[in-house]
């Protein structure tokens, strides 16, 4: 492969009964492309754990994966609240997900530490009141 694959997909905020589905669709891409299963779990991993985040949090956003020979690249970004405290949100079992979505089975403050665990590089940029942009890597 010597060009780069894109892929785009938008994600809506609290709709829970898509979540997963831009996640679902890589995954179908990454099987197609006949990339190793490992690589196909880690990166279904990371942008799943996005997406719910921002169905949870941002009141949705954007995914963008990029396949290259060296590495897929995932790119998520939304215009929600922003993360306070990055640091923070980045240990296991924080969570500021309310009740209503904890009921549910979401929000147990697993989001980004799996995807800091499932991708070989990870970025967060986030401004309060504007929004948070993550970029993760997963080499192949």
Do not use: C, W
């Not at 897929?72 to 923070?88: A, F, H, N």
Request: glycine letters at 12%; charged letters at 25%.
């Amino acid at each position: 492969m010597s060009d780069k694959l894109v892929f785009r997909f938008d994600v809506q905020g609290d709709d829970f009964t898509s979540a997963g589905q831009a996640s679902v669709q890589v995954k179908k891409n990454l099987r197609q492309l006949g990339f190793d299963t490992e690589v196909i779990k880690r990166v279904s991993i990371a942008m799943y754990e996005g997406e719910i985040n921002m169905v949870i949090h941002a009141g949705g956003g954007t995914a963008e994966v990029s396949v290259t020979e060296k590495y897929i690249e995932i790119i998520l970004e939304d215009k929600g609240p922003g993360i306070e405290d990055i640091e923070k949100a980045m240990q296991a079992g924080y969570s500021t997900a309310p009740d209503s979505i904890r009921s549910l089975g979401f929000g147990a403050g697993m989001g980004l530490p799996n995807m800091k665990k499932n991708s070989d590089s990870m970025e967060i940029e986030s401004k309060l009141g504007e929004g948070t942009r993550i970029v993760m890597k997963v080499n192949i």
